[in-house]
Nanobody, 113 residues
Framework: VQFVESGGGLVQPGESLRLSCAAS????????MSWYRQAPGKERELVARIASSSGITNYADSVKGRFTISRDNSKNTVYLQMNSLKPEDTAVYYC???????WGQGTQVTVSS
């Protein structure tokens, strides 16, 4: 099982980023996928989740209305569109498959003026 996150970077408040996570080593379309983040000195937290086939999504209250999770099962990839970014969104972002224990290396998102 492998996850490769990409798309992070340094942006100013109010700007947008789109994260991607390429998954391999398991039957991607059969698993719900999630994005987590971990800020310095804080615990890793769930940001968004998308079901395996129905497309049903859930979001943390802190990102609701600003972030959108999506997936392309033909590409074994999950995305996180992040709009109206705030300094408190600064963190390393990780993707994960529900019920699988593996994590990728994450991608750093820094929101600062």
């Amino acid at each position: 099982v492998q996850f490769v996150e990409s798309g992070g970077g340094l942006v100013q408040p109010g700007e947008s980023l789109r994260l991607s996570c390429a998954a391999s080593g398991f039957s991607f379309s059969g698993y719900a996928m999630s994005w987590y983040r971990q800020a310095p000195g804080k615990e890793r937290e769930l940001v968004a989740r998308i079901a395996s086939s129905s497309g049903i999504t859930n979001y943390a209250d802190s990102v609701k209305g600003r972030f959108t999770i999506s997936r392309d099962n033909s590409k074994n990839t999950v995305y996180l569109q992040m709009n109206s970014l705030k300094p408190e969104d600064t963190a390393v972002y990780y993707c994960k498959a529900f019920a699988l224990s593996s994590w990728g290396q994450g991608t750093q998102v820094t929101v600062s003026s």
